[in-house]
């Protein structure tokens, strides 16, 4: 299944991906679709008005059973065709939009997946994610009415039209001017209707997003006594898009009584005129049959159209507008192709005349060269902010440098595959955020091809499996949403086994042992010597304490490293490193800058 990564800005062009995609399933449903509608409301009405024709030429009392019968056979045969082309239609939707929809929302997690770290730190997360599953069920409905209701519609119109010109020049004239005046109409409105649904999409947006933030801070909200602050907030974007979805119903339904007297006009003006030329004896009974039961059955079409064009302008506007939130502003292909893979065998990290600054424009880092050797520990020292946590994003690759280059054992990071270059890098986080699954499938996370045996070995040295058999179910415990089930000690025992899982040769903890217990941070240090032997380790430390069993130091201030050395070296310059140091240990700054 060919998923495009560079998502066209018009919907109209990124729903045709799809189309094209399932173009031979698509064109059988509608093919099916127009046959079952023009046999409905055409051939149908045809047949019937054939048959009132034959009927009154026959003498009722000299007249055979066969006579009567065998036209009334046929009509019920017919209808059986018709049933038969329905169910076509019904299994080919069946088979085609469940296949249709989940490629799209595939294709727009996929793209939103590959996207860079600074993608997801500039959008609204959670409407992204409901863009993801709105876009394609709004197409999903687009693609049914149009094949099941706008395309048969425009067939229903050609054939009758047909027909009506067999029967009197007139009716030819009549019938597709009264259908086009109403389906221009139609358009007219729905283009004012999908502007004015367009703006509450957007209001709608940020309600979703105010609300989702919420009740991710909630405790925040109950802390501050916040509570009434945010319902009064948040009901004053409920009233505006209330409001514009009212503006936009209320012209829905100006614009249908607009089009209830256009259908009432040209209705009664064919049958008017079809009534006229019946007295002339220029049509049979039979034709005016045909002309009252195939313009009820269209017009009956038009109404149901009418309802149906108004909700499709609303998806198309929501689609566009979900695209607009979806898509970064410069719509970059992420995906890397054909790049070869990082191979670690010291783990030497360089820097070479790097730049790198956040969206703001202040430089963080400037023309930096460094070289960390392969197997050494470096400390990363400084206030938050100064650049600690960003050096590692770097080398990531969460962050892409603005100038400059990074290698790992020579090879230049930029140029190798992505997620080679992550295989050879485990990260512990101060505070890490686990998946709402199982504490078996959280660890496993580090090393997905590993067995029950090696889970339950790295559980042991990152001391997880004493407080997971204290659970009922074990290791098959759901840890709730980024793991809120859990304290802040056991999940970073559960970030540590992910860790030791991994064994990549490149270890990045952020002060991992922060959220621990004293007795349990000795043995869990023990578990992490065991981890960060022959590797090369970079460690953010707001704790001075745990550096001192470092090779080297590397002291941060606003992206500057000003100072690099070891921990004996920097106490004896008596510089930044010095004042920080003595500072902690004389309390004057906590154990977490």
Known sequence: MNRPLKIPQQVHKFFYIFIKQFSWQCLCV??????????????????????????????GANSTLSQVLEPIF????????????????????????????????????????????????????????????????SARYIMNVTMTMFLPFIATVLSSSGIFFTMHPVLSIIFPLFICTYIASVFFFGLKSSKLFFGQSGVRAKLQDR??????????????????????????????????????????????????LINLAGLGILLFVAIMLWQQQSITLGNFVFIVHSSLNIIISLWYMTDEIGDVFIEIGL?????????????????ETNLPALNVSKGKIEFHNVTFNHRNGRNLFLNKSLVIEGGTKVGLVGFSGSGKTTFTQLITRLYEPNAGSIYIDAQDISRVDKDSLRRKIALIQQDPVLFHRSIRENIRYGKLSMGEKEILDASVKAHCDEFVQKFPEGYNTLVGETGSRLSGGQRQRVAIARAILKNAP????????????????????????????????????????????????????????????????????????????????????????
């Not at 409301?41 to 045809?46: F, G, K, L, R």
């Not at 997801?120 to 409901?130: D, L, T």
């Not at 009740?215 to 409001?243: C, G, H, M, P």
């Open 30 to 59: 509608a093919l099916a679709a127009v046959v079952s509608s023009v046999s409905v409301n055409t051939i149908w009405p045809y047949i019937t008005g054939n048959l009132i024709d034959t009927l009154s030429k026959l003498e």
């Open 74 to 137: 046929l009509l019920l045969l017919f209808w059986c065709c018709i049933e038969a082309v329905n169910r076509i239609k019904g299994f080919g939707l069946s088979f085609t939009m469940p296949r249709f929809e989940s490629s799209m929302r595939m294709s727009l997690f996929s793209y939103v997946a590959k996207q860079p770290y600074s993608y997801f730190i500039h959008k609204p997360v959670g409407s992204v994610a409901q863009r993801i599953d709105d876009i394609p069920r």
């Open 211 to 260: 609300i989702l933030d919420v009740i991710r801070n909630i405790i925040t909200v109950k802390v501050f006594s916040a509570t009434q602050y945010e319902i009064k907030d948040t009901e004053s974007l409920q009233k505006e898009e209330a409001q514009k979805y009212k503006a936009s119903l209320i012209y829905v339904e100006k614009s249908k009584i607009m089009l209830s």
């Open 319 to 335: 689609s566009q507008k979900g695209l607009g939130i979806i898509l970064d502003g410069s719509n970059k292909e992420y995906g």
């Open 506 to 593: 490149i270890l990045i903890m952020d002060e991992a042992t922060s959220a621990l217990d004293s007795a349990t941070e000795e043995s869990v240090q023990r578990s992490l010597e065991y981890l960060m032997k022959d590797k090369t380790v970079l460690i953010i430390a707001h704790r001075f304490s745990t550096l001192t069993r470092v090779d080297r130091l590397l002291v941060f201030n606003n992206g500057v490293i000003i100072e690099d050395g070891s921990h004996e070296e920097l106490l004896a310059k008596c510089g930044y490193y010095s004042m920080l140091w003595n500072a902690q240990k004389d309390k004057l700054i906590p154990d977490g800058n």
